[in-house]
Every structure is written in structure tokens, then in C-alpha cells.
């Protein structure tokens, strides 16, 4: 009897080495709870949320673009939520309010990169607001390559039956609670290598009552719905040979009084985000940091391959991995465009792309020309514009570890000056 519970032993033992050696299955969630200030977050540390982040990372961010440029986004829900999906901002995929949403699906959301793998993913979505799937990832319209969501736990708020209209739109928080069990439970015994969850309440209750003890009651209440989803993935990851990615954020900061969001104020643009993700890199800095961060960083995490067209267009950066360059900025100085980044890797080599077409956009292809090479350390380059007249200059920056993008939009009304 003895003799067999050791022989039980090593093979026990020798299960869990060769689980060690194997690699594990790699999937990956974000969660988005809406309208959350990064203050208030602090103030409260809600206990799962700072939960995740112990086992990786919290930190502050920034939502809406570049204040003041073509990338300016405003800070509203759905169009927040769709710079998370894409990695772009507003001016390219287009989604410009909550309503009357005419999305450009030319920039993938991170479920189409996941459909577009040689390999089947299977994705998930677990929403309390049902455009998030039909509108913003576009499921089954032919320009996304009839999308289909593998799992879909979403269409309650539609259903004015189970979930009658409650004075201060609590069902909507029973509506967040039953999507974050369902979610919990299809991690729990599904698994989907990409899954979305999106709880909503928290907004309504700023919108409600502002800064307050109910907020903060709401924001408590939400964390704890959270909390089932992630003890869902330590489930998976204690059980299975899994590794998962957990991200959560928010969609907008708010005014200073909480009950309001939409502008570029520093409350409004200041968002947050926690990760289990153990090493992140520098990208993951509060003047860094930001929506569109997250696709590239699934992306990574999880290997998907994209386009070379498609990852042109991604305005954001990989917070897992290394990271050569950052923070590209553009001036125009006659016919000439002067770009300028900052370097993590001095002496890596870029390699400077341009194309004076935006026909991306229309589901049309650009031609990238090679336009030079330098060291990341030199931090500056300047292009040449005078033989390519245009209204709108695409730039890309290409590190081995990274690329940035930015435009040069001209005025036609103001040409170059005569050449000397
Ligand atoms: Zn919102």
C-alpha cells in the first residue's frame, strides 16, 4: 500500500514536470467597466480589480486621441470601446457617438484578427449593451468577413420582459451581474482563447448621483462581479495547462463633479487599467499608456499574425514584449516632414515608410514607399514631399520590436513654397 502511494507520488510528479515543460495555451480577456475615474479607482481600491493588478500591474492612461490633432477622440462610450477593439482612434474607425454608429470596418477589431488566424480561435463576448457585438465588431455584415462570435451571452436589455425598466436603472445591474456569471462560468468550462466582458452600470450611476457614495457603493458592487470572472481564470490556470491574459479598464474618465463625461478635460481623458500581466514594458507609463494599447498587446500575447496593411494602421503599442521606440511626432517645415520619436533602444535600426494615399480607408490598398533607414537613436528623420503632392501623408516608423504611425495632413490651400 505504501510502496503504491509512492509509485502514485512520482507519477504525480512526473505528470507536473512534463505539464512544466509544455507550453501552455495561451488566452486573454478584457474587461470593460464603464465610466470609472481613475481617482476614484485609487480612493477605493476595489479589492478584485487591485486583486489582478497585484499579480501584474496597475496603472493610469489616457483615453481621446492626441489632444488637438486629426486623432482627437472624444471621450464617449462607444467610441471609446471601439478604439479598444481596433487600436485606432476615432479618425479611422469612425465610430463618433453611442447612436447613428457607421463604423469603418477596414480597421479590424481584435475578434476579426482573431478569425483572420490559420488556426480556429474561439471568441467570446459577454456584454450588457448588444450593439457592442452587432454594431461595433460588426458580427456577420460581409465587410467583416461575417464575423461570428463563438460564445454570445448578451441581448438582456433588450428584453424588457425579465428585466423591467427599475427606478435608477438598476436593471442594468442586474443585468452586468448575470453577463459577469455568465462569463465566469463559460471561462469556467469553456474557455475561449479571446472573450469580452463589458459591465455598464458604474456610468449610470455617475450620471445619476455624480462623485458619491452610491457611485461608490456601484464601483464596489461591479468589482465584485469582476471578481468572478477572475477567480473563473485562476480556475483555468490552476486546473488546465493555461496561461491567461486578463486586462481591465474603463472606457472614459469624467468631469470633476462625475456626473458627466465627453471632453478633453484631464479627469475625462484619464483612464486606468490593471493587468496580471507580471513584466510589462514602459509602455506602460501613465504619458504612454492608452486605449488603443490593448489590441497590439492581445495581439502579442496571444501571437496573432496580421497584415502588414492592417498593422500599418494601429496607432497603439504592445505593453508585453519589448518596446524600441515611442512617443512619434510630426512638423512640417515647407515641403518637407520632420518626424521625431524617442528611443528605448538607441541602437536598433528603423526603417521610415510613407505613402501619400489614404486609400485604407476606403478598402482600397496603399503603397508604402521605403523612404530611409537611421538609428533609433537619432531620434528624427525628415522626409522629402516636394515630388508627391497630397493632402494627407501616411508615415511609419518600423523598429524590429515595434512601429509607430502618424499623419501629415495638408491644407491644399496653403501649397509648398517655390523651390530654391
Ligand atoms: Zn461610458
Known sequence: MRQLSIICLLSLLCVGCSKKNETKVRKAIFIIVDGIAADNMERL?????????????????????????????????????????TGTWMNKHNVRGNGNIEANYNYWTIFRIAKEQERPYKTAIFSSWTDNRTILLGEGRPETNNLKIDYVYDGYELDTLQFPKQKDDLHIYAIDSLVCHKAADCVRQDAPDLSWAYLWYTDDAYHLYGNSTYSDEYVLKEDALIGKIWDAVQYREQHFNEEWLVIVTTDHGRDIMGYSHGGQSDRERTIWMATNLKQVNKQFTPASLSHVDINPTI?????????????????GTSFYGKRDIYDLNIYNYEDKAILSWQADDSETMVDIYMTPTNLFKEGGKDTWQH?????????????????????????????????????DIRDPNRPFAPKK
Open 299 to 315: 495581439c502579442r500575447f496571444m501571437g496573432f499574425k496580421l497584415p502588414k496593411d492592417v498593422s500599418f494602421e494601429m496607432d
Open 45 to 85: 481600491q476595489p479589492p478584485c480589480i487591485f486583486d489582478i493588478a497585484k499579480a501584474g500591474h496597475y496603472g493610469r492612461a489616457y483615453c481621446g486621441g492626441k489632444v488637438s490633432t486629426y486623432s482627437q477622440t472624444p471621450t464617449v462610450s462607444a467610441i471609446g470601446y471601439t478604439s479598444i477593439l
Open 371 to 407: 523612404v530611409g533607414t537611421t538609428r533609433a537613436g537619432n531620434k528624427q528623420f525628415t522626409v522629402d514631399l516636394h515630388d508627391v503632392p497630397s493632402t494627407i501623408y501616411k508615415f511609419e516608423v518600423v523598429a524590429p520590436n515595434n512601429q509607430l504611425t502618424i499623419w
